[in-house]
């Protein structure tokens, strides 16, 4: 059974910074793609970053510059480092994962999710 576990949330002020951790048990990030959603409430989930299976990342424009995703292979362990926090960043953070070498920044191309992490920044 394939399990996602989120942490390293929290609250912080308007030019904060955070690191979200996601492991995974039952499952092995490499070699497929991963990546980070958000939502907040009353909108659609949103795809922030992923990484394909060679290593390629993509941003969403709102995050360019500021996040960060990465991956550790040997901890399989999924990381978003998110730099000077905005209140606009505020939502629940969800980590994703799917068995394929490569896929869009969408909700759909992710078959695995975890239940998120609240990120909250104030201003």
């Known amino acids: 059974q394939v399990q996602l576990a989120e942490s390293g949330g929290g609250s912080v002020q308007s030019g904060g910074s955070l690191t979200l951790s996601c492991v995974a048990s039952?499952?092995?990030?490499?070699?497929?793609?991963v990546g980070w959603f958000r939502r907040v409430p009353g909108k659609e989930r949103e795809g922030v970053a992923r990484?394909?299976?060679?290593?390629?990342?993509k941003y969403t424009d709102s995050v360019k510059g500021r996040f960060t995703i990465s991956q550790d292979n040997v901890k399989n362990t999924l990381y978003l480092q998110m730099n000077s926090l905005k209140p606009e960043d505020t939502a629940m953070y969800y980590c994703?994962?799917?068995?394929?070498?490569?896929?869009?920044?969408?909700?759909?191309?992710?078959?695995?999710w975890g239940q998120g992490t609240q990120v909250t920044v104030s201003s």
């Open positions: 039952g499952y092995t990030f490499r070699g497929n793609c």
């Open positions: 994703a994962t799917d068995p394929r070498w490569w896929c869009l920044l969408q909700e759909s191309d992710f078959r695995y």
């Open positions: 990484i394909d299976s060679n290593g390629s990342t």
